[in-house]
Structure formats: structure tokens, C-alpha cells
């Protein structure tokens, strides 16, 4: 019985540790892995989940986030932009509002109506200037690249 005891406590001990280590570092947790078919992707057409950016209807949100997204991409450099989602490697459609946002990106080839093949969400995550979503994308993007 005293052995079924301790290993008991070393067992809680343990999975204590774990969890104080997942808490700790939140963003591995919620950062999902980067899908390698994205890896030999060139081009990227940007769009709200309610239309592109020049919908009428679209709100000003999202029109604001598409710009965010575009805007940053652009800076990094790794992608080119184009206006068709047809001649588009990867489709990111992106999505803000004030309880969170979301980016999610999609294989060009099959369009916007499959399922998404990443997608990360947060809080204020697609502002203007500063786009943490984006940065995930990024060092997610770059970590297949690394293993090609």
C-alpha cells in the first residue's frame, strides 16, 4: 500500500509540473502546427469570411484587418499578393471583431469552401501596426520552409 501511495504522489507531483509548464507558456498550446503542403507556397490572395476587401458590404472591421494582414505580409516579404483567389497558392481569410479575431488560411487550389488548413485566433490580433496573428502565421510559415 505504501508503495501504490508513493507512486501515486510522484504522479500528481509530476503532471502538477506539466501543467505549470504549459501555463507558463501559453502560446504553444494554442499555436497549431503548420501544415508542410504549405511549404512550397508563393502567392496568397487576402479576404474577409464576409467578402474581399471591396465589398461594399463588408464591414470596416475586417476591411481594416485585410489591410492589417496585407500590409504585413507584404513587409515580411516571403509572399507575393495577387487579386484573383484562383492564381492564389493559399487563401487567408481573416476576421476581427472586438471579442476576438481570426486568421485562417486555406490551400488556393481548393478555395475558401474546404476545410482550413490553419487558423489561429485572439484577442485585438489583427490591428493595424501590430498583427501577432500574423507573426504566428509567419513562424509557422518559416518552420516548414526550415524542413523542405
Sequence with gaps: MKRFSFLAGILIV?????????????????????PGILANARYVYFAAYDGDQFN?????EDRDAI??????I???????????PSEAD????VTSRPSEDVLAVYNGHQGASGNFLWRVMGRDGLQSGETPLVT??????ESVQRHK
Design 67 to 72: 489591410g492589417a494582414v496585407q500590409e504585413a
Design 74 to 84: 507584404h513587409n515580411w516579404g516571403k509572399l507575393t499578393l495577387v487579386y484573383r
Design 14 to 34: 509530476t503532471a502538477a509540473m506539466i501543467s505549470a509548464a504549459s501555463a507558463s507558456n501559453p502560446n504553444a498550446s494554442n499555436v497549431r502546427a503548420f
Design 56 to 60: 461594399p458590404n463588408l464591414l470596416s
Design 90 to 93: 493559399i487563401v487567408i481569410l
Design 136 to 141: 504566428q502565421f509567419e513562424k509557422g510559415f
